[in-house]
């Protein structure tokens, strides 16, 4: 069985909506709302964390729900971890979107 790779978890990352980017009728994933602040990928388990619009984000326990769901199945992984940056604060500057 091969591990999985940064690659295929952030694939699979950007297969989760940001909750508050759908109710506002702009959906995006959680990639390019900036949200992702560090992936690790060990033998065995993958850590994500994650930086909030606010600090009292009611939708994370659902985006953490989404998240482990996306990388469960992925191959080698047999725990995934989601935390959140608690130290930083989001910002629009931190999105991942191509703007013209």
Do not use: Y
């Not at 297969?15 to 690790?40: F, H, K, N, Y």
């Not at 930086?51 to 469960?72: E, G, K, Q, Y």
């Not at 080698?76 to 991942?96: I, Y």
């Amino acid at each position: 069985m091969t591990a999985a790779t940064h690659e295929d978890v952030l694939t699979r990352l950007r297969t989760v909506r940001d909750p508050c980017s759908v109710a506002m009728a702009a959906p995006m994933d959680i990639w390019e709302m900036g949200l992702v602040d560090a992936v690790e990928v060990g033998p065995d388990e993958v850590r994500v964390t994650l930086v909030l619009t606010d600090t009292s984000c009611v939708f994370f326990r659902d985006m953490r729900t989404h998240i482990v769901d996306s990388l469960a199945d992925l191959d080698g992984v047999e725990r995934v971890t989601v935390v959140v940056n608690a130290e930083v604060l989001w910002t629009p500057d931190r999105m991942n979107v191509v703007r013209s």
